[in-house]
């Protein structure tokens, strides 16, 4: 299981890679600089994950179909909604396909191996219960644990396609890339000058007068 599964993904990640990236420069060309921005698609799958916690491990029912359904909207829809982001219409659209073929494919093929790979166990209370059962219970709960199975690796796949493949683009495509410039510094108008000043008297003579006037 684990040969066709790493198969199957070498193929998804050239085919993955030749029809998303396009005419995009990719992470392997030196003389195009690229921007990696795959943190915030793993970020997106973490989310995913800790999602799935409570599906997991809560007993009500409710609450194990709202974090399912959260979990897999999120994984499905995050990451290519981040390629949106990033002005990637067509990575958002492969990425969406490899998220949704992987865990469906490899989940199939590790469904098939786990089936065929299956042998009737000897557990059974009588020979005729065992002769019973394992026409069809015994290959069809190893179906379901290699689809299990297969299933998870394929998910791992995709992350990880999308992550290290998909989230390149050329430096400073997006507008993060471009740093705002300083606003000129702006002197204050405000100004503070002495004044000195001689004030004749009625009686005669005369006083100065010393001050401070400001403007601002």
């Known amino acids: 299981m684990r040969a066709v599964a790493a198969s199957f993904l070498a ?112 557990s059974c209370a009588t020979a005729g219960a065992c002769a019973e059962r394992g026409n069809w219970f015994g290959p069809l709960m190893a179906f379901i644990e290699g689809g299990a199975i297969g299933g998870t690796v394929g998910i791992g796949g995709a992350v990880a396609i999308d992550a290290a493949l998909l989230a390149y683009e050329p430096l400073g495509h997006h507008a993060s890339d471009h740093p705002q410039p300083e606003p000129p510094m702006q002197w204050s108008a405000m100004r503070i000058e002495p004044t000195l000043g001689v004030v004749p008297e009625r009686q005669g003579g005369a006083r100065a007068t010393f001050g401070m006037m400001g403007t601002f």
């Open 11 to 122: 193929v998804s990640l050239v085919l993955g890679a030749s029809g998303a990236l396009g005419d995009e420069p990719s992470a392997a060309d030196p003389s195009r600089p690229t921007h990696w921005y795959g943190y915030q698609t793993l970020a997106t799958d973490g989310v995913a994950l800790l999602l799935l916690l409570p599906a997991l491990s809560s007993s009500a029912h409710d609450l194990q179909t709202a974090s399912a359904v959260a979990s897999l909207a999120t994984y499905s829809l995050g990451a290519p909604i981040v390629h949106l982001t990033h002005g990637h219409v067509g990575k958002a659209v492969a990425d969406l396909g490899i998220r949704a073929a992987m865990p469906f494919v490899v989940g199939l093929l590790g469904g098939l191996i786990g089936a065929a790979a299956y042998q009737p166990s000897t």
